[in-house]
């Protein structure tokens, strides 16, 4: 069966620190992957996009890499800063790319 | 501001009511869709309208019922709830009916539902 696993346990590094949060899934074939990140009580708010033909992707402080072949992608916070502090999603297309099913996200606690 | 605006933003109800969530995007998107997000679940993808044709239900129970009547205004129709349907509510848009998948979804802040 399909599976899209973020770590389910809460990342805690220091401010100013790098964050790394990894994205796993199986039995997909997807043709973009895209990170959300998520405040308490808020809806989801669209970080980065990363398509198949992509390594790596870059916005600020966030960079993005995708490995089709270990299927597996991480995203990365550079000089982090507790207003970074949010849970963060991947969701993945479906082989079609018609359809995106998420990830149940990663809790980041930055710490001051 | 997201500029999709989801109403009320807290509802409670009894199993027997009847309610209806509502959402509006002022995107000028086609595409609109629910999802639920349960505690420690991941979103759950429940309807998808594309220019206000239902294209997508993902095995929903009857007690939900979606409306589109245009593609700036999206429904969901609560009416006999169980407990379990407890839940933060999400509406979302995109300029296409893609799913979301090329392109980013645009959500609103939820509708926190609770069923007593």
């Known amino acids: 069966s399909q599976k899209i696993e973020q770590n389910s346990e809460a990342l805690n590094i220091q401010e100013g620190k790098t964050a790394t949060l990894t994205c796993n899934y199986t039995?997909?074939?997807?043709?973009?992957l895209q990170w959300y990140r998520q405040d308490p009580g808020r809806g989801p708010v669209f970080l980065l996009l990363?398509?198949?033909?992509?390594k790596e992707k870059r916005k600020e402080r966030l960079k993005v890499t995708f490995d089709t072949t270990l299927k597996q992608s991480l995203f990365h916070i550079t000089a982090s800063q507790p207003a970074d502090s949010a849970t963060y999603l991947c969701?993945?297309?479906?082989?079609?790319?018609?359809?995106?099913?998420f990830g149940g996200g990663t809790r980041l606690m930055v710490k001051p | 501001e997201t500029g999709v605006t989801q109403t009320p933003r807290h509802l409670v109800m009894g199993m027997t009511n009847k309610k209806s969530l509502k959402c509006e995007q002022h995107l000028g998107h086609n595409a609109m869709y629910w999802y639920k997000q349960s505690a420690k679940k991941p979103l759950e993808l429940m309807f998808v309208y594309n220019f206000k044709e239902q294209t997508e239900n993902n095995s929903v129970p009857s007690r939900f019922s979606p409306e589109c009547p245009n593609s700036s205004h999206l429904f969901l129709h609560l009416h006999t709830l169980q407990p379990e349907d407890s839940a933060l509510y999400l509406c979302?848009?995109?300029?296409?009916?893609?799913?979301?998948?090329?392109?980013?979804?645009?959500f609103g802040e939820g509708s926190r539902l609770t069923v007593l």
């Open positions: 990363i398509r198949e033909n992509e």
């Open positions: 979302a848009s995109s300029p296409t009916g893609s799913g979301g998948a090329t392109g980013e979804l645009f």
């Open positions: 969701a993945l297309s479906n082989n079609a790319g018609n359809m995106l099913t």
């Open positions: 039995n997909y074939s997807p043709a973009y």
